[in-house]
């Protein structure tokens, strides 16, 4: 029977049977702006396929030959002892070594053994020697052979062996049969679930390739878990601004600062152009320093990835706000300093991101798809990349 009302009604006297109210079709997204750009430019300008879970590649690299002595000699010493180092061995007979403090050169007359440096003194000097210091840096500079002379002491050298893991990657969406063809205001839910999980799976490739650590769980058993490294914590290179640098304030790091360590340190070695990928707080620190310097920069090859530039005589250091570095808080003051020429994307043959259809049971009444991934990270060399992280402010 149907319900009597007297009187004037207004339209918050209707239930939501009578009122459906209005809804804006489908739905919004809010996501960050581009979830994965290392990801990105990594798969598009350095991937490469592997055959096996576990990848490796040799690191080599040209060497400083550089000694300290171990305890102070005098000026007409012609034993030197020197503390362990591998920069020993290079220091053959008839080398020349400087000693950077007091600039005296002397000449190895034996092959260095271990700790014991033979030398004579004061090459150039009429013999004249200086004192060393316990703690002084010497630095093979050259080779002086006589004439008439024999070979010098061959020397060789082997690689560092490096290795990493590729990842199993999955993301899986499912709706039941009757909600597939229910109609829903925000659209087709299948569309939807879709949608979400390829972005939640590329970001979980991104994270992993930042905040991942190398690990091989149950490595001889039939079915072994296993871990891809990623930057964060496998980098050697760091720029920790936490105690401060140089004496100052903890977290600060001045224009200078940074400057200096753009030439000691990040462009060191590998590449004169770096991406950095950056959290809002470092990222705005840049912003606040050497505006003249920052030029927007379309660079070849970024794929849709914007970058800013910063041009120093060292060279040029591309910025980039990293999306997820705003979503996870202890990122904000962190700069992850990427040399793309020696870092790959590794993903396992026939591998590579995909869609798997229908892996739901036979019995089953629902539609199950998954997105999956195997790959990893290569690091072909550690030092070109740089992690600078506590920074909090400037001077």
């Keep these: 029977m149907s319900t009597t009302f007297q009187g004037l009604r207004g339209t918050g006297q209707f239930s939501v049977d009578f009122r459906p109210k209005n809804y804006r079709e489908l739905y919004t997204l809010l996501e960050p702006n581009g979830s994965a750009p290392l990801n990105a430019l990594l798969a598009m300008t350095n991937s490469e396929s592997t ?34 180092t591998d920069g020993n061995k290079y220091a053959i007979a008839n080398a020349l070594v400087l000693n950077i403090r007091t600039g005296e050169i002397v000449r190895v007359t034996a092959d260095t053994t271990g700790t014991t440096l033979t030398v004579t003194r004061g090459v150039g000097q009429a013999g004249a020697g200086v004192a060393m210091n316990s703690g002084d840096e010497l630095v093979v500079i050259g080779f002086s052979a006589p004439e008439g002379g024999t070979t010098p002491t061959p020397l060789s050298f082997d690689a560092d062996v490096v290795s990493n893991y590729t990842q199993i990657f999955k993301t899986a969406f499912s709706v039941t049969g009757t909600q597939e063809k229910t109609y829903l205001r925000t659209g087709n839910k299948l569309q939807e679930s879709m949608t979400k999980a390829l972005k ?25 878990t296993r871990t891809t490294g990623g930057l964060i914590y496998t980098l050697s290179n760091v720029i920790d601004v ?69 041009k120093t005589y060292a060279g040029d250091l591309m910025v980039h706000l990293h999306p997820q570095f705003r979503q996870i808080t202890g990122m904000s003051n962190t700069l992850v300093i990427v040399d793309f020429q020696y870092l790959k994307y590794r993903y396992m043959e026939g ?45």
């Design 51 to 84: 055959d096996d879970p576990e990848y490796k590649n040799f690191r080599d690299e040209l060497p400083t030959r550089t000694m300290f002595t171990g305890a102070a000699a005098t000026n007409v010493a012609t034993t030197i002892t020197l503390t362990s």
């Design 200 to 224: 939640m799976h590329m970001s979980d490739i991104e994270r992993a390739m930042f905040f991942g650590r190398k690990e091989e769980s149950g490595g001889t058993t039939a079915t072994p």
């Design 351 to 395: 591998r590579d991101t995909q869609l798997l259809q229908n892996r739901q049971n036979n019995n089953e009444d629902r539609t199950l798809h998954e997105y999956m991934t195997e790959c990893g990270l290569e690091l072909l060399q550690d030092k070109p990349h740089t992690l600078v992280k506590g920074w909090n402010a400037i001077a």
């Design 242 to 310: 936490t105690p401060g640098l140089d004496g100052g304030a903890a977290g600060v790091m001045t224009e200078a600062q940074f400057d200096e360590r753009l030439i000691t340190n990040v462009f060191a070695w590998g590449s004169k152009q770096k991406v950095a990928f950056g959290g809002p707080k470092a990222v705005s620190l840049l912003q606040r320093i050497a505006k003249n310097r920052w030029q927007p920069t379309d660079v070849g090859g970024t794929y849709g990835v914007s970058v800013n530039g910063y």
